[in-house]
């Protein structure tokens, strides 16, 4: 793959897929056919560069690989730079795989203005992509900050009643998060002179300023998990959202947060990060708590989805803040199994509200008796969200909680009650919604899974399960990578505190 | 041969599960029993193999979970402990298999509910042979899950889906304490593989570390975290609520997961873990006191209940009691004795329960049956059988259990072991009580059925009564046979732990440990018929803590008295409800308080209701409406929503493009601020730029 700009194929060939959709003529049911064909087709060429780039990958390696540097940039103060590494890899290939199904997922639930709607899914694509590769903080920001837009079209214009509302709210929030990044940014690049992030990586800025560029950077990717307490735009809009928004906004977008902590914070500020370590820890066991409860009390499918998603954040942003190999690992692993199973969850729910138009889990009940496979398909991914061992959603927690554990006990207890929570919101939902007695005659008649509807949710299916039995497919690509972030967050540590550290591990 | 005995079921999952519509309910029962009678049968062979030749051995499948030191395999541990325990799984679960075939005749899923046994049954074999803590918890929640769906097998009744969610979250809560303990091993160990742990459990017996800002001890810390998940598990008090409900679930399979095997993986789990909890004393005794008083509160709730699934429940609840407080006073044999002999016994129990029910067309509740035993005598003397067993009268399996599990506790010579041993026989009497009362509520007296339902009564179908005679037979010989190996002395080792026995603590693991290589040849020509030679390594007793050895030379008033406090008991069921029929009423009325106490479970469903479940609603609702909408909204996006669209109204366009309006901005904001930062930092650029 040498000299092949494989990355810059994957992120950018949707666009191409944008100029044909523009180019289509005639009445609006052609349009509107032609726009899903086109897109579908389109969505494909990166999925199959994705699986190139996997195969390709070297698992050993915690390097950037697939590296594009052109500099045709840098007369404007920064590079077009690309590449993966461990880490980023994962989140590319989940932005790919998740696109088609999205496309696919809308086939029949979009009627108006589809031809927009697949030019915005096709754009998000290219933006979630590069935001993944990038490795010029400007490019990451144009990236990062530019799938807000098509995501907040999506919301606003193709969303349920109350779109408005919702997708104001998220505006708002993204936006507080990001001035304050972009000013964090600015200063990082005035301070090194460089918009390189693999060399700010190995070059952590000075300690009295780490703090504040912390926090601005913190804000940003906090609103993006979204962590407790900046996560009410959440709920909001997943429930406005169409189905496929409400896939990617979960599947892939909540991961940017998360994917930013593990690029900038921890390598690049890692005196500020171990700093506010217990500040991170305390946030994440409220969301994990908080909002398990309210997940608990919730009348509303997607509502309750999305407040689970704050609660499965809470699990990435602990691991994360660990520093520890099983807590790192965890957290990655946690994001692309939360990336698949609630991406699923939502398309669960999206297939009893393309018939019923309801969200409401007390105008459902009993259908698993007309809708077998249904049940069977959506009480795999309940599990999964349960975090049943053999499901993805199991080895992430698990590993997140061991390396939480040997960093403070009482987070890991505290947040380990979330798994008895979730079990309990998570059951009850499915028992309300799928179980019980026959209460609503609509509701009964309700045809199962067509053709189409099965075959988005079974890859799903196959790979919830393969990742939870061999998770390790997974995790060793991923380990060089998390080891050298831990090891430069380690080396970024002040010398005395180093030296405490390591005679602390000595005692032991 | 390992693989075939714990994948088959798998494989009869899959098939049944996915091609069910297919092959049909005679081709999901066939493939499902056909495949854990092979299951069953290969264990045999394993059991012969391993556990009287003395050649347990590992396979390792494929790597599952890597991560920095962290690393765990799946793999198969194939020691005397887990042949025992695939041995009881794989036939009482063949048993319930061929049993379902008949008892699920009249019902539309039975597909279904076959590949649903076959789940749980591979489930709980990956419980039992794994190698290491993680996929002994895979296998935990696996068990949890079928149990799940099995409790909510007919998910249309609310009550029974209620069941099912209340057994999965009060085990999550169990689960909760096994996953920290798992942690805390890890972190003191550095490792969960079993062979990782136990070779260093001598040399941590000392350690302490900080568990929730406290300096603990390590060990101690460690087994009462996975104790706790061993009381979920097996509905030891404090997280038993959720057995009695289980019985929502169809009869088989409270005699499969509810009776015989799930419950019992808690006891499983204790033993596997002896190596840790022998340097615990202080775990050990918490354990004891815990499976004691379950003992006795369950046999007390046991007395009072109307259900026959019920009795028999707590009646499961308090025998499982007893094996813990085995396990508590370290006769880890004792314990695996009386589950196997449990086993046989309670899921004959159930399933003749079952065959009750069947034939009283679905009633469970005892006051509506009586005077059936004329019609329906096979299930009549089968249940006797199940009885006389579980009350413990010779020459059943239960007399030889139950009898050694109480001599051990009183040969621990401690207060808890003495505490033990009395609520032991406490229970033991209420037990033979309240079995004789279920015989002859269910099978004497006056018919209290209504007529259309007596005429309807009718011997089962010998598929239902072909594996009660198994089980049967395993409740009568299952004692005879296997005292010896399981819990008798042994010639050979005495006079080694005689001398371990006031050495210091490594000595002793050493002696444990290397002894039966040491004289491997008088070893061979015991074979079975050792106990220490029968278990091997795969159960770890300290010589001084030996109180099986102990419990041999126990006062001949300590060894009768659990055969006579049973005979007062059932002499006691035979005159309140076969001579004295008033008696149970007036018992009743004088003591009222304390019946309404027993009758209402000990109120404990009430107590947690509104300590947990209303808390953790009212909880959540607060957050939901004051936290997140009466604060953070209201004084965050709300708020500066507000004053926008006072803005935007002044400007008049609020209408339509209203969405594109802001994303215009955005995307004018974002160019704005790029070219800004691109100028500030480059001011070159202009020069640069008229230069091309």
């Not at chain 1, 949710?457 to 039995?469: I, K, R």
């Not at chain 2, 679960?93 to 075939?101: F, G, Q, T």
């Not at chain 2, 490792?191 to 603990?216: C, H, R, W």
Request: aromatic residues 14%; charged residues 10%.
């Amino acid at each position: 793959m040498e000299g092949f700009p494989l990355l810059s194929v994957i992120a950018f060939s949707p666009l191409a897929g944008v100029l044909a959709l523009l180019m289509i003529r005639g009445a609006p049911e052609v349009v509107a056919l032609n726009s899903k064909r086109v897109a579908l087709f389109t969505s494909l060429f990166p999925l199959i560069g994705g699986i190139f780039m996997y195969l390709f990958f070297d698992g050993q390696s915690a390097d950037f690989q697939f590296v594009e540097d052109s500099g045709w940039l840098k007369a404007l103060g920064f590079r077009y730079q690309m590449g993966v590494d461990g880490i980023s890899m994962f989140f590319v290939l989940l932005s790919v795989f998740l696109t088609p199904i999205c496309i696919l997922s809308a086939w029949e639930a979009i009627q108006t203005r589809v031809r927009e709607y697949m030019v915005a899914f096709l754009i998000l694509e290219t933006l979630m992509v590069g935001t993944f590769c990038a490795l010029d903080t400007v490019l990451f920001y144009v990236f990062f900050e530019g799938v807000l837009l098509p995501m907040f079209l999506i919301i606003g214009v193709w969303g349920g009643p109350r779109r408005v509302y919702a997708s104001y709210k998220f505006f708002l929030y993204t936006l507080l998060g990001s001035v304050l990044m972009l000013v964090g940014m600015l200063v990082l690049y005035a301070q090194t002179g460089t918009t390189d992030i693999r060399v700010l990586m190995e070059n952590p800025v000075a300690s009295h300023l780490q703090y504040w560029l912390w926090l601005a950077f913190f804000a940003s990717f906090a609103v993006k998990m979204p962590m407790w307490p900046v996560h009410t735009w959440l709920p909001d809009a997943h429930v406005e959202a169409p189905t496929a928004g409400s896939v990617i906004l979960a599947g892939v977008l909540l991961k940017m947060g998360g994917y930013g902590f593990l690029r900038f914070s921890l390598p690049m500020f890692p005196e500020a990060s171990a700093y506010f370590t217990d500040f991170v820890f305390v946030l994440s066991v409220i969301a994990i708590i908080y909002t398990s409860l309210v997940a608990l009390v919730q009348e509303d499918m997607k509502k309750l989805i999305a407040y689970s998603s704050v609660a499965h954040m809470g699990f990435v942003t602990l691991g994360i803040f660990t520093a520890t190999m099983q807590g790192v690992q965890g957290a990655i692993f946690q994001m692309l199994s939360h990336g698949l199973i609630s991406g699923a969850l939502f398309l669960c729910v999206g297939v009893v509200y393309d018939r019923l138009h309801t969200r409401e889990m007390a105008r459902y009940g009993g259908i698993v008796k007309n809708m077998p496979r249904y049940a069977t398909v959506f009480m795999i991914f309940m599990l999964g969200s349960v975090g049943l061992p053999g499901t993805s959603g199991f080895v992430g927690e698990f590993l997140v909680l061991l390396g939480t554990f040997q960093v403070h006990t009482v987070y890991a207890a505290l947040a380990a009650t979330g798994v008895v929570l979730g079990a309990a919101y998570m059951l009850m939902l499915y028992r309300r919604v799928v179980f019980g007695p026959p209460a609503h005659n609509d509701a009964l008649a309700m045809p199962d899974l067509s053709l189409r509807e099965f075959w988005i949710l079974a890859p799903l299916v196959v790979l919830v399960l393969w990742l939870g039995v061999f998770p390790n497919q997974v995790n060793n690509k991923i380990a060089p990578s998390v080891e050298r972030l831990i090891s430069l967050y380690q080396t970024g540590q002040p010398v005395d505190v180093r030296a405490v550290d390591n005679e602390g591990q000595l005692a032991n | 041969m390992e693989l075939l005995a714990v994948f088959s079921p798998l494989v009869a999952f899959l098939i049944a599960g996915l091609f069910g519509k297919t092959i049909g309910d005679r081709g999901c029962q066939f493939v499902t029993s056909g495949a854990v009678i092979l299951a069953a049968i290969v264990s045999i062979y394993l059991f012969y193999h391993v556990a009287l030749h003395e050649a347990p051995y590992k396979t390792v499948l494929s790597s599952w979970v890597t991560s920095g030191e962290f690393s765990v395999n799946w793999a198969l541990r194939i020691d005397t402990l887990s042949v025992v325990m695939m041995c009881v799984i794989n036939i009482v679960s063949a048993c319930v298999h061929v049993y379902s075939i008949g008892y699920m005749s009249h019902d539309p899923a039975k597909g279904r509910f076959m590949a649903y046994l076959s789940l749980f049954t591979f489930a709980m074999l990956m419980l039992v042979t794994a190698d290491n803590l993680l996929q002994l918890f895979f296998g935990w929640e696996g068990v949890g899950l079928a149990s799940y769906l099995l409790i909510g097998f007919w998910n249309q009744k609310n009550s029974a889906n209620a069941a099912a969610v209340k057994a999965f979250v009060v085990n999550r809560v169990g689960d909760f304490g096994l996953a920290l303990g798992m942690m805390a091993i890890f972190v003191v160990f550095g490792s969960i593989n079993f062979d990782g742990i136990f070779s260093q459990a001598g040399e941590m017996a000392e350690t302490y570390f900080t568990l929730f800002g406290y300096q603990v001890h390590a060990l101690t810390a460690i087994c009462l975290l996975l104790f706790v998940g061993a009381v979920g598990k097996s509905a030891q008090l404090g997280l038993h609520t959720w057995l009695p409900d289980a019985m929502e679930g169809p009869t088989p399979v409270s005699a499969l997961i509810h009776a015989a095997t799930m419950v019992t993986a808690g006891v499983f789990l204790v033993a596997r873990m002896s190596p840790l909890y022998e340097y615990a004393p202080d775990a050990l005794m918490v354990v004891t006191i815990v499976g004691a008083c379950t003992a006795f509160v369950a046999a007390t709730i046991g007395l009072t209940q109307f259900d026959i699934k019920r009795v028999i429940a707590y009646s499961t609840m308090s025998q499982l009691g007893y094996m813990f407080f085995a396990l508590g006073v370290s006769a880890y044999g004792a314990a695996m004795f009386h589950l196997v002999t449990h086993a046989f016994f309670k899921a004959l129990l159930f399933l003749g329960a079952g065959s009750v029910i069947h034939a009283m067309s679905d009633e469970q509740d005892m006051r509506k049956m009586g005077g059936i035993w004329k019609k329906i005598p096979m299930t009549y003397g089968l249940m006797w059988v199940g009885s006389l067993a579980l009350a413990g009268f010779p020459p059943f399996a239960g007399f030889y259990s139950k009898d050694i599990v109480l001599e051990a506790a009183w040969a621990d010579h401690s207060w808890f072991g003495e505490f033990a041993y009395w609520m032991g026989i406490a229970a033991a009497l209420m037990t033979a009580f309240y079995s004789w009362r279920l015989l002859l509520m269910t099978f004497h007296g006056m018919p209290r059925a209504s007529e259309k339902v007596i005429s309807h009564v009718h011997e089962s179908p010998a598929v239902m009564l072909g594996p009660l005679v198994v089980l049967a037979t395993g409740a009568l010989l299952a004692g005879m046979v296997f005292y010896e190996p399981f819990v008798a002395g042994h010639p050979s080792h005495e006079i080694a732990s005689i001398h371990t026995k006031h050495e210091n603590v490594d000595i002793d693991l050493e002696a444990e440990v290397e002894a039966p290589v040491v004289d491997e040849e008088e070893v061979a020509s015991h074979i079975a018929w050792n106990r220490h030679a029968f278990w091997g390594e795969s159960l770890m007793v300290r010589g001084e803590n030996d109180t099986l050895e102990a419990a041999h030379n126990v006062p001949e008033g300590v060894k009768f008295m659990p055969l006579v406090v049973g005979i007062v008991g059932v002499a006691f069921a035979y005159l309140a409800y076969m001579f004295a029929t008033g008696l149970p009423g007036v018992v009743v009325r004088i003591f009222k308080p304390v019946h309404a106490l027993l009758f209402n479970k000990w109120f404990f469903d009430e107590l947690y209701d509104l300590l947990f479940v209303k808390t953790a609603v009212l909880f959540g609702r607060f957050f939901w409406k004051i936290g997140d909408q009466g604060t953070i909204d209201r004084f965050g996006p709300d708020g500066s929503a507000r004053a926008s669209y006072k803005v935007a109204a002044l400007l008049g366009r609020f209408q339509s493009g209203f969405v594109y309006q802001y994303a215009f901005v955005m995307m004018i904001a974002v160019i704005a601020i790029v070219s800004w930062f691109v100028f500030k930092l480059n001011p070159g650029l202009i020069v640069g730029g008229a230069g091309l």
